[in-house]
């Protein structure tokens, strides 16, 4: 698993990119529901979602913009994890 320091925090690279390829060329630039519920899915992958992982989500959330649907359906989902 590769990694990403930003402001002397570390993030999951994969997640980050991820995300990155939600919000740029096609579509309209905002992480939708589907694309949460792959985000979610990504940070599942192994055999617990970890503080790195989940540190990386709350990123995201605050760094790349979200439809109102999704941003709810993120919260949802991160309270459930």
């Known amino acids: 698993m590769a990694y990403v320091t930003i402001d ?14 939600h919000t740029t060329g096609r579509g309209e630039g905002n992480i939708s529901k ?9 940070a599942k992958d192994g055999p617990g979602v970890t503080e790195t992982e989940l540190r990386t989500l709350h990123y995201i959330r605050a760094n790349f913009p979200f439809t109102d649907a999704a941003a709810a359906l993120f919260e949802q989902e991160i309270a459930n994890l």
């Open 8 to 21: 002397g925090e570390t993030y999951e690279k994969e997640l980050l990119e991820l995300a990155k390829k």
């Open 34 to 42: 589907d694309e949460v519920l792959d985000l979610v899915k990504s």
